[in-house]
């Protein structure tokens, strides 16, 4: 008889250790992270606040750090939390018995971080959104479209941004982004 593995599986990172670097833009792979997307009315804000360790932006194009952990504002009522330690988010809002949805996306999700001068003009050969400092300052986030694909964008500093989209769209994104950092 076959001895089975009593291992539990591992899920490798996606695309790990592909770079890009460009004169004006580098787009690299964002180490792994562990993702929350998170569903709840007005009245549960505090009490989900509370337990994340920061506030929950309420605001269009928002986010809130503390830790290594974003709290990004997709909605009246839709959060993506990130947390780049890995840490157990869902399990951090168990005690929490207000009204929540709260689903660990972060098997779905792959993220990018594309950085240098050229970085929001890399971003805008596929993402019509305005990304001038003006309009989309540091600390912005919204749910756009890159190319074909949807994604949600991070601005992390004024030259740099995470892009957070779906795992089977991650060759697509990289691809694109490393091309379009190549022109920026």
């Given at each position: 008889?076959?001895?089975?593995?009593?291992?539990?599986?591992?899920?490798?990172?996606?695309?790990?250790?592909?770079?890009?670097?460009?004169?004006?833009?580098?787009?690299?792979?964002?180490?792994p992270a562990s993702r929350?997307?998170?569903?709840?009315?007005?009245?549960?804000?505090?009490?989900?606040?509370?337990?994340?360790?920061?506030?929950?932006?309420?605001?269009?194009?928002?986010?809130?750090?503390?830790?290594?952990?974003?709290?990004?504002?997709?909605?009246?009522?839709?959060?993506?939390?990130?947390?780049?330690?890995?840490?157990?988010?869902?399990?951090?809002?168990?005690?929490?018995?207000?009204?929540?949805?709260?689903?660990?996306v972060s098997h779905r999700?792959?993220?990018?971080?594309?950085?240098?001068?050229?970085?929001?003009?890399?971003?805008?050969?596929?993402?019509?959104?305005?990304?001038?400092?003006?309009?989309?300052?540091?600390?912005?986030?919204?749910?756009t479209i890159l190319h074909?694909?949807?994604?949600?964008?991070?601005?992390?500093?004024?030259?740099?941004?995470?892009?957070?989209?779906?795992?089977?769209?991650?060759?697509?994104?990289?691809?694109?982004?490393?091309?379009?950092?190549?022109?920026?």
């Open positions: 008889m076959p001895t089975v593995n009593a291992e539990p599986a591992t899920r490798r990172p996606i695309l790990v250790g592909r770079q890009t670097a460009a004169p004006n833009a580098t787009v690299t792979v964002a180490p929350l997307s998170l569903r709840a009315p007005s009245e549960s804000v505090a009490a989900l606040s509370s337990a994340l360790g920061l506030t929950l932006p309420t605001k269009p194009k928002t986010t809130a750090s503390a830790n290594a952990r974003h709290a990004l504002w997709l909605g009246p009522d839709e959060w993506l939390v990130i947390d780049e330690t890995g840490a157990d988010l869902a399990a951090l809002l168990k005690p929490v018995t207000t009204f929540h949805s709260a689903v660990d999700n792959a993220a990018f971080v594309v950085s240098g001068k050229g970085a929001a003009t890399a971003i805008n050969a596929g993402c019509p959104q305005d990304l001038s400092l003006a309009a989309f300052p540091a600390g912005a986030a919204s749910r074909k694909i949807e994604i949600v964008l991070f601005r992390t500093g004024d030259d740099e941004f995470r892009v957070e989209c779906w795992r089977s769209f991650a060759d697509y994104a990289f691809t694109f982004l490393t091309e379009a950092a190549r022109d920026a």
